[in-house]
């Protein structure tokens, strides 16, 4: 099969994904920031903390490795299509960010980014204490999803982070991400607040605290 076919078959299978999981609405806003404007409405998200059962593969004949990617795991990639590219992970992995993955043989099935410094949000700078960790960058490659690997990396990821003496765990959902939402719903993730942001080619933002979330 030649690389073009390979990848208009690639395109089509992403698009029916995107149809498939919800992701129209979010697939929408992401070409609309390549224009320059950023319309952005997420949760702040604290992960961890409450019980929850513990998610379990849908496949059961594959054995997944957890493992955890250097630079040159995440520079040799290549079906990689995530709106952080493959520049922007190197860095964040060199900076001090921790890549965790799900490995079959040699593939790598779904990868998160665990982030122990400052975090910068749409220009706003969030400062991480020493008990605390940033979740970020989780992707399950096209040929694995459905598998339920998402909530189970995201859970390995939680029981490392407690090894290391991490406390708090948070994260951003952004709103129409209904995959993001629906794989942290079954980790009982809790949404803390709804922010709006709004960006201009990358240079001015504007973000707005919407609502806060109490539980009784």
Not at 20 to 42: A, H, P
Not at 70 to 84: C, F, H, P, T, W
Not at 133 to 148: E, F, K, P
Request: glycine share 4%.
């Amino acid at each position: 099969m030649s690389l073009e076919k390979q990848n208009r078959n690639y395109t089509l299978s992403l698009i029916r994904n995107r149809f498939k999981n919800g992701l129209v609405l979010y697939s929408l806003r992401n070409l609309l920031t390549r224009t320059g404007i950023d319309i952005d409405l997420y949760y702040w998200v604290k992960e961890g903390h409450a019980e929850y059962v513990i998610p379990e593969s849908r496949d059961k004949e594959t054995q997944y490795n957890f493992e955890i990617l250097g630079v040159k795991d995440i520079e040799a990639m290549r079906s990689l299509r995530m709106r952080s590219n493959k520049f922007e992970m190197v860095k964040g992995i060199k900076r001090g960010q921790k890549c965790v993955a799900f490995k079959d043989g040699d593939k790598v099935a779904a990868l998160m980014f665990i982030e122990y410094n400052d975090i910068i949000i749409n220009n706003k700078k969030i400062q991480l204490d020493e008990d605390e960790a940033y979740l970020l960058n989780m992707y399950t490659m096209n040929d694995y999803r459905g598998r339920n690997l998402a909530p189970l990396l995201r859970h390995r990821s939680y029981e490392l982070l407690k090894a290391e003496g991490i406390t708090k765990i948070f994260s951003v959902t952004e709103y129409f991400n209904n995959s993001s939402r629906k794989f942290k719903e079954k980790l009982n993730a809790e949404n803390v607040s709804l922010y709006f942001c709004l960006g201009l080619f990358r240079k001015k933002y504007w973000t707005f605290k919407l609502r806060d979330f109490q539980k009784n």
